[in-house]
């Protein structure tokens, strides 16, 4: 595998990242063992990056070996680093070309993560390679290649799989010049996503695909009529078309071609749909606990004293999220850690799976936007989190003390044990959040800025919620859940039809939660509109009002069916 690598003299540094204070000399290579200072960092995160430790010489594969015990001793220890760990690689000289080859290796079965890996230095990613095995095929090893050129003395790197799970790392060796390119057919890194959606016809919709394998790679995409003229990237961008239609891409280089999964997109020229929890069309994922639903009701954790449990469910269907409305009730009586409502295209799709206790089952899972519930208070030593509260999140980062922490919900108590109105109404860049606890009377209202397609980089997403606890166990319920998309809930008026009359009109892509309303003064009272006829136009709702001489206001208003 290392004879892979090029010329020795071409070695800059090679680590190692098992024991302490050793130095290893494999096929001519050497690896000085160092893990978080010098050439090569990877920054720790919580409890790692720690050593992996024994697996090839101890009882997990004994007897597994390379056919070179210097090589068998870096695959024997190894950073067991988080989701998408990301380190560094330290003085560099500006527009160098490297080559950098991560060394991996894993005896203990199919890989959580999935079969292939690559590494990114920020800019361009390499590409995928298989991840090997003591009882697959090869034997042992593994490693993944790539070449880039310096743009500052220190650059990132970052080792990915295909599922978006934790990455192990067992040596990273660092060259100049450019090694031999390896005959690699291409080999998706991402698939499109997701692979179904249901958004308002005209709708901005983009897919994309991260592709590795030997260059120059083309790209051609193709919907269910045959190849779209001029889509050649590796993305593409349409209007969504009313009814179903399906998009896929063809990539090829000069090894061979394969073909990405189909996106099949329907285009509503109807109301959006009202999504609910039921026992079909969720997936449901756990470590420690696999969450279940009954009758509506989702239990995100269980209360038994597991530690780290994570917990997540994502509908099959995603959903236009350029505007929404969620709303459910959470329950707890307290203990840690907490629950998010999430929407993501990560490459794990419905199977999305963040880290537990303090992750919230969040933790890792991009790109997303996740409103999070914290109520772990931090009694437990140094808080990990900002406090009991609430905030909205993206690309899988919890709060906590480095970045916005939590904001208080004031006197809304999470964990008093009575059932909590959760309502988020997301339009324009504004998350919208009202929670009221209709028991002890009490209610709090905030508001998030966050662009919610641009960080997803689409307008469709799978929808869901995610849940986690730790050494406090909780259970942790959610009933009621309702999500529906919206666009603007904007009306136009027509008073120049029939006398005494007036027509409103509005898209009939805003949600079915809204409801027209009138009243003989802008400060109200209002009182839902009493149409003298509706009709649907086009893709506008019409209502016929009967007006009289004074003056009349409409508006729509949105008037959740489960809000206490």
């Known amino acids: 595998m290392l004879a892979l690598a090029g010329p020795v003299a071409n070695e800059v540094y090679g680590v190692d990242f098992g024991g302490s204070g050793q130095q290893t000399t494999a096929n001519g290579y050497t690896f000085n063992d160092n893990v978080t200072t010098g050439n090569m960092t990877i920054t720790p995160s919580g409890s790692f990056p720690q050593s992996y430790g024994f697996y090839m010489a101890g009882t997990e594969a004994p007897g597994v070996t390379t056919g070179d015990p210097a090589f068998d001793t870096i695959l024997t220890y190894g950073l067991y680093g988080i989701i998408n760990n990301t380190g560094s690689l330290n003085n560099l000289t500006v527009g160098q070309t490297y080559t950098v080859m991560v060394l991996v290796d894993d005896t203990r079965g199919p890989a959580a993560g999935g079969s292939v890996f690559y590494v990114s230095d920020g800019v361009t990613d390499s590409p995928g390679q298989p991840y090997a095995f003591a009882n697959g095929v090869p034997a042992v090893g593994g490693f993944i290649m790539g070449t880039f050129t310096a743009q500052s003395t220190t650059q990132p790197l970052t080792v ?310 730790g050494d406090l166990p909780s259970v942790q319920t959610v009933t009621n859940f309702l999500y529906s998309y919206t666009t603007p809930p904007i009306i136009s008026l027509n008073a120049h039809g029939t006398p005494g009359q007036v027509v409103v009109s509005w898209p009939v892509s805003v949600s079915t939660l809204f409801t027209l309303m009138q009243s003989s003064s802008l400060t109200g009272p209002w009182t839902p509109a009493v149409p003298v006829s509706s009709a649907v136009a086009g893709l506008q709702n019409q209502v016929t009002l009967s007006a009289g001489r004074a003056a009349g206001f409409y508006k729509l208003q949105l008037i959740d069916p489960n809000a206490p």
């Open 160 to 469: 990915f799989n295909v599922l978006n799970s934790a990455c192990q790392y067992n040596a990273v060796l660092l060259e100049t010049g450019i090694a031999p390119p390896l005959p690699l057919a291409p080999t998706l890194t991402n698939d499109v996503v997701p692979l179904q959606s249901e958004v308002p016809a005209g709708t901005p919709m983009t897919f994309s695909v991260g592709v590795s394998g030997n260059t120059p790679i083309t790209y051609h995409w193709s919907n269910q009529n045959g190849p779209i003229s001029g889509a050649t990237r590796s993305s593409y961008s349409f209007n969504a078309l009313p009814g179903t239609n399906s998009y896929s891409v063809g990539i090829t280089n000069s090894i061979g071609g394969i073909v990405s999964s189909t996106a099949v997109v329907v285009g509503d020229t109807t109301p959006p749909p009202l999504i609910a929890i039921t026992n079909t069309g969720w997936v449901l994922n756990g470590s420690g606990f696999t969450p279940t639903i009954d009758s509506g009701l989702l239990t995100l954790t269980d209360g038994n004293t597991n530690n780290a449990e994570a917990s997540s469910t994502f509908y099959d269907v995603g959903q236009y999220i350029g505007g929404f409305v969620a709303s459910f009730d959470y329950q707890t009586s307290g203990g840690a850690d907490g629950v998010t409502f999430c929407v993501q295209n990560s490459r794990a799709s419905t199977n999305a799976l963040g880290g537990g206790s303090q992750g919230l089952g969040y933790g890792g899972i991009g790109p997303s936007v996740a409103f999070e519930l914290n109520i772990y208070p931090g009694t437990l030593g140094a808080p990990i989190h900002g406090g009991v509260g609430i905030r909205v999140g993206t690309n899988g980062v919890v709060g906590n003390y480095g970045n916005d922490g939590y904001t208080s919900t004031g006197s809304l108590n999470l964990t008093n044990g009575d059932e909590i109105y959760v309502q988020l109404y997301y339009q324009q860049g504004v998350m919208r959040v009202l929670m009221i606890d209709p028991t002890a009377a009490t209610t709090n209202t905030s508001s998030f800025l966050v662009n919610v397609p641009a960080t997803l980089g689409n307008s469709s997403a799978y929808i869901g919620l995610t849940g986690g606890d």
